[in-house]
């Protein structure tokens, strides 16, 4: 099961903004580790999103936007748009020295 | 611009090994850690382990612990990942990724389909 807890779908009409939570425990996000943030869509690699809770890569348009407080983290997307239609995972570190992730949460643009 | 290319596609039969390449470009191989990461069919990113090519320091995820092994070769900026006593669960895409320490993926593989099937 995965460290990390995601609602498993999410939906939005264009245009609108939405949101997707992502909770953790005392052992990762609790404990300080930063949140990242990962965009998948369909058929390929995973990519880069948000780093470090609130950072966004070159190239990452500013309707995207990260927080953390205490031991959970949100991801927050404006302005939809059908191109943001795909499955979107937090992603930190735990103290048993390994990387974890959320179970996924899965856009639609209606 | 940093590029992860991977081997091709496998198929085993359970009981079998696989070892997966990854091919990093630029001059920088020996100062990012590379991760692991897999993906089983409509399922999740599963975290598998680290590796920094400087030493050769590796890391496993507790579930591998004893089945994955994680190389790297400088010469050729590329680092493998062989997982043994394959069996059907082990169908994934398994992705290498840069990493920053331990903290975030900034680059990924294009992924390497693993089919584990008698």
């Known amino acids: 099961q995965p460290v990390l807890t995601q609602p498993p779908s999410v939906s939005g009409a264009p245009g609108q903004r939405v949101t997707i939570s992502c909770t953790g425990s005392?052992?990762?996000?609790?404990?300080?580790?930063?949140v990242h943030w990962y965009q998948q869509l369909p058929g390929t690699a995973p990519r880069l999103l948000i780093y470090?809770?609130?950072n966004r890569p070159s190239g990452v348009p500013d309707r995207f936007s990260g927080a953390k407080s205490g031991t959970s983290a949100s991801l927050a997307i404006s302005g939809l748009q059908a191109e943001d239609e795909a499955d979107y995972y937090c992603q930190s570190y735990d103290s048993s020295l390994s990387g974890v992730f959320g179970g996924g949460t899965k856009l639609t643009v209606l | 611009q940093v590029q992860l290319v991977q081997s091709g596609a496998e198929v085993k039969k359970p009981g079998a090994s696989v070892k997966v390449s990854c091919k990093a470009s630029g001059n920088t191989f020996t100062s990012y850690y590379m991760h692991w990461v897999r993906q089983a069919p409509g399922q999740g990113l599963e975290w598998m382990g680290i590796i920094n090519p400087s030493g050769g320091r590796t890391t496993y995820a507790q579930k591998f612990q004893g089945r994955v092994t994680m190389t790297r070769d400088t010469s050729t900026s590329t680092v493998y990942m062989e997982l043994s006593s394959l069996r059907s669960e082990d169908t994934a895409v398994y992705y290498c990724?840069?990493?920053?320490?331990?903290?975030?993926?900034?680059?990924w593989g294009q992924g390497t389909l693993v089919t584990v099937s008698s």
């Open positions: 005392s052992s990762n996000v609790g404990a300080g580790y930063d």
């Open positions: 470090g809770n609130t």
């Open positions: 990724a840069r990493g920053r320490g331990y903290s975030y993926y900034d680059y």
